[in-house]
Antibody
Framework: QVQLVQSAVEVKKPGASVKVSCKAS????????ITWLRQAPGQGLEWMGW?????NYAEKFQGRLTMTTDTSTSTAYLELRSLRPDDTAVYYC?????????????????WGQGTLVTVSS | EIVLTQSPATLSLSPGTRATLSCRAS??????LAWYQQKPGQAPRLLIY???NRATGIPARFSGSGSGTDFTLTISSLEPEDFGVYYC?????????FGPGTKVDIK
């Protein structure tokens, strides 16, 4: 079954870090980039960045965002540091089209179920 | 950053009717536009890419058109399961951006 399965809900205090995982199955993980997006409660979608053979991050997250992949387990990771209350959101990973394309620009045809990250003191 | 504007904000229509959703870009994005549907508590689903191409498994009642700055998603005959929020998304210029969404309610 072609799917992306994300890690569970996280509750963090301001200033802490969070690491969200996204495990792919049913397709060749290395053939596609992975894009991370987030959606604050009741809000729209925000692009955070992309990873395949290299990374490309949105300017607003530079310095506190790291994306990595482990091809041996077909898993992508997002780590966000220095968390603030306005980082509270559902974080999504998404497979990026087209395949075999080494560029941040693409469309998202397969999504994880989302990981709710709540930042609160 | 390219700003996408969607209209209307909300659409309330009966099953069997035609729905027309609009997305306007603040500058030309050629045809680098996609449409997604999102239902409550779910991840978005890709419907249309490159302005007019249906994604795998998407019913033929969904169609997209437009280029440059003005784009349209048409649902030819609404089904009860078509409720949700519809987002447009541009990949022309970094950072990729999304419109604020059009909520479709089925009467």
């Amino acid at each position: 079954q072609v799917q992306l399965v994300q890690s569970a809900v996280e509750v963090k205090k301001p200033g802490a870090s969070v690491k969200v995982s996204c495990k792919a199955s049913g397709y060749t993980f290395s053939s596609h980039g992975i894009t991370w997006l987030r959606q604050a409660p009741g809000q729209g979608l925000e692009w955070m960045g992309w990873i395949r053979h290299y990374t490309n991050y949105a300017e607003k997250f530079q310095g506190r965002l790291t994306m990595t992949t482990d091809t041996s387990t077909s898993t992508a990771y997002l780590e966000l540091r220095s968390l603030r209350p306005d980082d509270t959101a559902v974080y999504y990973c998404a497979r990026t089209l087209p395949p075999d394309y080494d560029f941040w620009s693409g469309y998202y045809d397969l999504w994880g179920q989302g990981t709710l990250v709540t930042v609160s003191s | 950053e390219i700003v996408l504007t969607q209209s209307p904000a909300t659409l309330s229509l009966s099953p069997g009717t035609r729905a027309t959703l609009s997305c306007r870009a603040s500058q030309s994005i050629n045809n680098y536009l996609a449409w997604y549907q999102q239902k409550p508590g779910q991840a978005p689903r890709l419907l249309i890419y490159d302005a007019s191409n249906r994604a795998t498994g998407i019913p033929a009642r969904f169609s997209g058109s437009g280029s440059g700055t003005d784009f349209t998603l048409t649902i030819s005959s609404l089904e009860p399961e078509d409720f949700g929020v519809y987002y447009c998304h541009q990949r022309s210029t970094r950072p990729p951006s999304f419109g604020p969404g059009t909520k479709v309610d089925i009467k």
